[in-house]
């Protein structure tokens, strides 16, 4: 049995814990929230250690999953012969900070959620989501071994620098994350707005529910790919700006196809199975009937209330080739419902 200890024991690392108690490794954690400890230890993620030095005693692996100055500190004071490694969302200052003689490789699950806290952890929390695994000044079995283990709770491992690393999540999350600010912002300051908001507006800027917490290190952390993911973004709307001011609908049109033909590269093509819902008991209950017996590979579901009740839209992403069959056992429950292709 192997066992690891987790310094930092909010969302992540609690998260960790769970997944790795549920392939039979032992956990033990450590937080300077006393709270914070207890309620991962609660919820069954981690034991709770004495002391940070205690944590990492006889263990075979080091998560450090605070905020970037902790694990910064953490790392800089870690005496240990076990594999080490972190979950912070900027690498280069993390490789950085590795001391030699410590087994260190950087690592940043893809996944999160709007709220933080060990209340919100749960072993499922990185099934199929990439883990990226910075290979700076590490051996290839310690490399290696990382990537089995995140396989092991179901993640989906990559490799990659950690500049490389900071330059690509700066487009893919730090930038969508400072643009839904910016949109939930922007909007806020028009009283009409707020009763025309729909589906697209909310997907968009869903991560700007995100607590703060740790935001502002990281972002000023990766400042300069930050800065430049933003400058790229301010050039593709100066450029859309300018199309529009110059009545340039087939210039428009060509940057819309060519976001669509990317967008659709970027997942799996699924087709979209909308249910309408009536404002009764039960419908809910009928859906997942219909699921149970068609059973469908369903990619993803959104529910679209009416706003001052009377039912709403419930979306059901499919595999394209599944979604008659899933027309047919909703059918079958009563439902009116809508399919529509589209990409992932």
């Known amino acids: 049995m192997s066992r690891v200890a987790i310094y930092g024991t909010g969302l992540i690392g609690a998260s960790v814990g769970l997944a790795l108690r549920e392939q039979g490794w032992e956990s033990v954690g450590w937080d300077p929230s006393p709270d914070a400890l207890e309620t991962a230890a609660g919820r069954g993620a981690a034991d709770t250690a004495p002391s940070a030095s205690a944590a990492a005693a006889g263990v075979d692996l080091v998560v450090l999953a605070g905020p970037l100055h902790a694990n910064l500190a953490t790392l800089a004071n870690l005496e240990t012969d076990a594999l080490v490694t972190d979950v912070t ?3 280069e200052p993390m490789v950085g900070a590795a001391r030699d003689g410590i087994r260190f490789v950087g690592g940043h699950p893809m996944a999160g959620r709007e709220h933080a806290g060990p209340e919100a952890a749960s072993a499922a929390l990185f099934r199929g989501a990439p883990w990226v695994i910075c290979d700076d000044r590490a051996s290839a ?6 990537s089995s283990i995140v396989g092991s709770i179901g993640a989906n491992p ?3 620098s950690a500049r490389r690393h900071d330059e690509v999540v700066a487009s893919v999350s730090h930038l969508p994350q400072l643009l839904a600010v910016a949109l939930v912002n922007i909007i806020s300051e028009n009283p009409d707005a707020a009763d025309l908001v729909s589906g697209s507006f909310r997907d968009l800027t869903r991560v700007a529910s995100t607590e703060s ?3 502002p290190e990281v972002l000023t952390s990766n400042a300069d790919a930050v800065t430049s993911a933003i400058d790229g973004l ?8 300018a199309r529009v001011i110059a009545g340039d609908m087939d210039g428009l049109a060509g940057e819309m196809d060519q976001a669509r033909a990317r967008r659709h590269s970027m997942a799996p093509p699924v087709a979209l199975v909308e249910v309408i819902l ?3 008991p039960g419908e809910i209950a009928a859906v997942g009937h219909a699921l149970q017996t068609s059973r469908v590979d369903v990619r993803d579901l959104q529910l ?8 709403g839209i419930l979306s059901l992403s499919v595999r394209p080739g599944e979604a008659e069959t899933l027309k047919a056992a909703l059918t079958e429950e009563g439902f009116a419902i809508e399919i529509e292709e589209g990409p992932g």
């Open 304 to 311: 679209r209330h009416a706003v001052h009740g009377g039912g």
């Open 141 to 146: 079995e310690d490399v290696h071994l990382l």
């Open 278 to 280: 009536q404002d009764k």
């Open 234 to 241: 301010v050039r593709g709307l100066e450029d859309m700006r």
């Open 158 to 160: 990559i490799v990659m």
């Open 89 to 91: 969302s900027v690498k």
């Open 213 to 215: 917490s740790w935001w």
